[in-house]
């Protein structure tokens, strides 16, 4: 007589089988990509404003520190003659007379402004002396660090009634001014947004 036995008591002998790990489905992985691109255009604009805002800062930053290092090798050398600082729009330079080259002491101190590490363009230079005469590119600075203008003989150089320098990188630009009374340069902090103007944010746009 056989023995019946019931396999529910010695249990199921055969290995249990591994699920192989499925992949993203099709929808799954539109999903993200159309998350990544939604990310990607919301913080693309962004990150280049950002990039913009740095450039122009650094170079008016610099060109501000190199106007107030001529005033005050100026007033230290406390000579008759003029110290003079020169702006070529054209070619998005700039350059101090009498001043060597860290680099190249053989050569005058001149600064190309699209190659530097926060490449910018440098959009213009005026400087309007007391009669109102506009020099597009030489501002010199005197003994008593104050700044002056003027294209000799036809314009005499006089004390400056105002001094500025535009550099802009894409949408963003800054101002370089030089004070009329002291003489000197100082970065123009750009106005603030109105309110009205102010793009909403991603989480303001979504609620």
């Not at 990509?33 to 990310?39: P, R, S, T």
């Not at 170079?59 to 520190?65: C, D, E, N, S």
């Not at 030089?178 to 103007?197: E, F, M, R």
Request: contains cysteine; aromatic residues 10%.
């Amino acid at each position: 007589m056989k023995a019946v036995v019931d396999a529910r008591l010695i249990g199921d002998c055969r290995r249990p089988t591994r699920r192989l790990p499925q992949g993203f489905t099709f929808v799954e992985i539109v999903i993200v990509v159309l998350v990544l691109g939604i990310l990607a255009a919301t913080g693309a604009p962004r990150y280049y404003r950002a990039q913009s805002r740095f450039r122009v800062e650094a170079a008016a930053r610099r060109i501000a520190a190199d106007l107030n290092h001529v005033r005050r090798r100026a007033y230290a050398a406390n000579k008759t003659a003029k110290e003079w600082v020169s702006f070529d729009a054209a070619a998005d330079t700039y350059g101090l007379y009498y001043d060597p080259d860290p680099d190249r002491p053989a050569d005058e101190y001149r600064v190309d402004l699209k190659e530097t590490a926060y490449p910018v363009d440098l959009i213009s230079a005026a400087f309007t002396n007391q009669y109102g005469f506009t020099h597009s590119t030489t501002v010199q600075i005197d003994r008593f660090g104050r700044a002056h203008s003027g294209w000799p003989p036809f314009f005499p150089v006089t004390p400056l009634a105002s001094g500025q320098i535009v550099v802009q990188a894409r949408n963003e630009q800054r101002t370089v001014v030089i004070s009329p009374i002291t003489g000197k340069a100082s970065v123009q902090c750009p106005p603030l947004p109105h309110p009205a103007d102010r793009r909403p944010s991603l989480g303001e746009a979504i609620r």
